[in-house]
């Protein structure tokens, strides 16, 4: 057998992002030893690109925002598929963490009185989302990183987790190899903590760096636990179209918060064409209207374009598709035609937007300040995932715990921008508390041999398979463009039909996938590795989304074009049977009690 | 589509060398972008580090034709194309495989330096009140994606390994230490670690790291010479020396 190095911890946390690194500070300050492993460098995780902010109703900019306001907003967004209580505490405690950062280093914009700046964004009421610049993230991440080095965590980076190892029912470690010697490590735990993000490498066209394969999703079904809402994928409306080689980097929802327009090949608004009903009342008459809003007219409602992202996202869609795209398949990104209306002119968009300036100027020798850009739609995140107790942060099998984008239920059918860097510190805190609590309580756990020896086989086996003709780089793209191709944004059955046939030929051509060289720093290896997360969330989204016949939020189905009340009672719930094959099961969804119910009638 | 061939550095801890790779690349690819193509079409087994490809991680930090840069924001149209272009792991820390450096000294690095220290907050809600005028010095380091090419250009890094050694924390520390130090709530004290076990009367102001830091962060101008100044103040100042001994210098 190939041997593997051991550790030892009371809470094991995998992934070292916002929600990875709060859970683990949260572990270590309850005095439990904790470990935090990364599949990067710490601090390089994908929270690093998040750009706009973090929404926490702390009502700096206008007094009228709280957390119920919030709340009904994270609700409306979701379209009411959302865990109510998840929503609830999520609204409640975000103020307090965005505190804690700044009690922390951090050192978010400043409103004119000293205090921390919020800005607008796509579906939420008042300016909400505390930021710096276009680089929130990396504030974040950051502030978390230096923090939590101090905190008694033991880091181990570059470290891709293969398998959760179990001792009867319940949780007991890791299995996984480094990625600078390739050698196995075994990471014993009573509580595990998945942190590991979303799954937006299954996609061709994504804003997502290599990590996000879905790997918590994946080991955490193949432990037994349930993935919920995993058809809702987020396609972020402004991702880069050109040059090629950079298409689906995010362009921030906060160049629309400060002013951004989008037009068509017609120079025409097309936003304004086609206002959802549950918006109707919340959206600008006209253009001016708009502008007062961004400027902070308390009298004003919002452009267009910050209504949530998927409705944005299929009216760019529908915009190329009527042949009024631009030149490289997109709408235009107008943030220039506000420098005649701010003081400071390009210098302001450039302090509002540094790092969109740099990516442009650099990557598509374009001036944001005198050019509009080309956007189109990006894979951006993952609303499903594992599901979780709201409050809590527990999966269904004990000792397993997830929080983050890995997680699910905050979001429902659509997320709101900004919730996610607050989703990351709210849940991550309580993951990180509970699974201490579980962790003391529960006492150490067992590991049979025999499993670790099988997951050293599996992750061996690539290296003694005959030849195929075909690498594991060529199999992570066929897969990634059929699932641009056939699960994308606008679905339907016929191809959900197919993509479930070619899921099935992808999985039995990723087994014959033959791997080259030894397996120090192998980058062929860990791609092969990949696969099988990869393959199990896709196959979890294609299934997802071949069940919900209607269109809400992010699923949009062009055979099923209307919402349905029906399937607006209930959520997917997907789960590895007793024969192994995976099944896709309704759950009707908890109804809203009355105290939540009355803050959504309230907020209109 | 072009061509172009690519000489990338191949090896580990023990040697290597140079292999020459010929490859097609299209408009708008970064290095990046062909070292992957190579990797996928070629050489599965090429190690890279690399995350974001957008710049804003600070993974991909290599060599190209001897300029330390970020490979995911180097456009193959700002390299010479008439003759082949090179490419290895920074130089002044130690190769783990290929383009892959062992960075982990800055990690050890970051974890001597005081962390921050808040002065008691303003606010009931344990927050300070501190202008956009105030923090914007920090912000500037704040910027930083820790990618490392201002350590792997530094001289004393370079050369003299001052960094591996313990003797000098380097310019991506002393954006750091900036940062704390002009951080408005902070009330750590961390002058003398800096002049002492954190070497940074070392470094001779030549500004290397300026010109790489892909964040155009004014390094040795906004952070490292106000800490050499406050150094200097505090321990070289011949008038607050006299002061001192009448009894009459401050606290610090």
Redesign the interface.
């Known amino acids: 057998m190939a041997g593997h190095e051991t550790h030892e911890y009371d809470v094991l946390v995998v992934g070292a992002g916002g929600a990875g690194l709060r859970a683990a500070i949260e572990a270590s300050t309850a005095g439990v030893r904790v470990g935090l492993v990364c599949k990067?460098?710490?601090?390089?995780a994908?929270t690093?690109?998040a750009e706009g902010g973090m929404a926490a109703a702390l009502a700096n900019v206008d007094e009228r925002d709280g957390w119920k306001v919030h709340f009904a907003d994270t609700m409306r967004g979701g379209q009411y598929l959302n865990q109510w209580r998840m929503a609830e505490i999520h609204a409640q405690e975000a103020?307090?963490r965005v505190?804690?950062l700044?009690?922390?280093?951090a050192?978010f914009?400043?409103t004119p009185?000293?205090?921390?700046l919020q800005r607008n964004f796509g579906g939420h009421a008042y300016p909400r989302l505390a930021h710096?610049?276009d680089?929130t993230?990396?504030?974040m991440i950051?502030t978390l990183q230096?923090?939590g080095?101090?905190q008694g965590m033991a880091?181990h980076?570059e470290i891709t987790i293969t398998t959760l190892l179990k001792d009867g029912e319940r949780i007991a470690g890791a299995f996984g190899y480094d990625r600078?010697r390739g050698r196995f490590r075994v990471f014993k735990a009573p509580a595990v903590i998945l942190a590991t993000g979303g799954l937006g490498k299954a996609y061709k066209i994504t804003s997502n760096?290599?990590?996000c394969t879905g790997d918590g999703m994946s080991l955490a079904y193949h432990a037994g636990a349930q993935l919920k809402d995993m058809e809702f994928v987020q396609f972020h409306p402004t991702g880069m179209v050109?040059?090629?080689?950079?298409r689906g980097?995010?362009v921030t929802e906060g160049v629309r918060g400060e002013g951004g327009v989008l037009t068509n090949s017609e120079d025409k608004r097309f936003m304004f064409d086609n206002i959802p009903e549950l918006y109707k009342d919340l959206v600008a008459d006209d253009a001016e209207e708009g502008w007062r809003y961004v400027i902070g007219d308390r009298d004003a409602r919002r452009p267009p374009e910050l209504l949530t992202r998927d409705h944005v996202a299929r009216m760019i869609l529908a915009e190329v598709k009527a042949g009024r795209g631009s030149p490289h398949g997109g709408a235009f990104l107008d943030i220039s035609w506000i420098k005649d209306r701010v003081k400071g002119g390009a210098e302001h968009i450039k302090r509002k937007l540094?790092?969109m300036y740099?990516?442009f100027k650099?990557?598509?020798d374009l001036d944001i300040t005198e050019t509009p850009m080309e956007v189109g739609p990006t894979t951006h995140y993952a609303m499903g995932g594992v599901r979780v107790d709201s409050d809590s942060q527990a999966s269904s099998v004990p000792g397993l715990f997830a929080a983050g984008e890995c997680a699910t239920g905050l979001h429902g059918a659509n997320r709101l921008g900004g919730n996610s860097l607050s989703d990351l510190v709210v849940f991550g805190k309580l993951a990180g508390q509970y699974a201490a609590e579980y962790a003391k309580s529960a006492g150490p756990a067992k590991v049979a041999d025999s499993e670790m020896e099988a997951a050293e086989a599996e992750a061996l086996a690539p290296f003694g398979r005959e030849e195929s003709g075909e690498?594991?780089?060529?199999l992570q793209?066929a897969l990634q463009d059929m699932m641009q191709e056939d699960v994308g944004i606008i679905r339907t059955e016929a191809e959900l039909d197919k993509a479930a046939e070619a899921l099935a030929d992808l999985r039995s051509r990723a087994a014959k996938v033959k791997?080259?060289?030894?397996r120090?720093?192998?980058?062929?290896?860990h791609?092969a590795l990949d696969l099988e997360p990869l393959l199990t969330v896709s196959e979890a989204v294609a299934a997802a989304a071949r069940e919900r016949k209607e269109s809400r939020g992010a699923h949009t189905r062009n055979d099923y074009q209307e919402k349905d009340s029906e399937w607006g009672k209930a959520n997917l719930i997907v789960e590895k049977a007793g024969d192994g094959s995976m099944r896709v099961r309704r759950e009707e969804i908890d109804p809203v009690p009355e105290r939540l119910a009355k803050i959504i009638e309230e907020q209109g | 589509m072009p061509k172009t061939t690519f000489k990338i550095w191949r090896g580990d801890s023990k040697g290597g060398e140079f292999r020459a790779y010929e490859t097609e690349y299209s408009e708008g690819m970064v290095v990046l972008d062909v070292v992957h193509k190579i990797q996928a079409e070629q050489a599965n087994d090429l190690a890279v580090r690399w995350n974001c490809k957008a710049g804003k991680c600070g993974s991909c930090s290599a060599e190209v034709n001897g300029q330390p840069k970020l490979m995911c924001m180097t456009r193959m149209n700002t390299l010479p194309l008439d003759r082949s272009v090179t490419v290895e792991p920074m130089q002044a820390f130690p190769v783990e495989k290929d383009l892959v450096a062992d960075v982990s000294v800055n990690y050890e690095i970051k974890k001597r330096i005081k962390p921050f220290k808040p002065r008691p907050p303003d606010h009931d809600d344990g927050t300070w009140t501190m202008h956009q005028a105030d923090v914007e010095r920090s912000q500037e380091f704040r910027k930083c994606i820790e990618c490392f090419l201002c350590q792997d250009v530094c001289h004393v890094d370079r050369d003299h390994h001052y960094h591996l050694e313990g003797k000098f924390i380097g310019p991506r520390f002393f954006v750091h230490a900036a940062y704390l130090d002009m951080h408005p709530a902070d009330a750590e004290d961390r002058l003398a670690d800096l002049k002492e076990r954190d070497g940074v009367g070392y470094c001779n102001i030549t500004k290397c790291c300026t010109v790489v830091c892909p964040e155009h962060i004014t390094i040795t101008d906004n952070a490292i010479i106000p800490l050499k100044e406050r150094v200097a103040d505090r321990y070289y100042d011949p008038l607050a020396k006299v002061l001192k001994v009448i009894g009459l210098g401050g606290k610090k």
Do not use: C, Y
Request: charged residues 20%.
């Open positions: 990067s460098l710490l601090g390089k994908h690093v690109m103020p307090a505190n804690e700044e009690a922390w280093g050192l914009d400043r009185e000293g205090r921390i710096v610049g680089r993230g990396l504030e950051r230096d923090h080095i101090h880091v980076m600078e760096s290599w990590e050109w040059p090629p080689s950079v980097i995010l540094p790092s740099h990516q650099q990557l598509a690498g594991p780089f060529q793209q791997v080259h060289g030894n120090e720093w192998n980058s062929g290896w791609t």
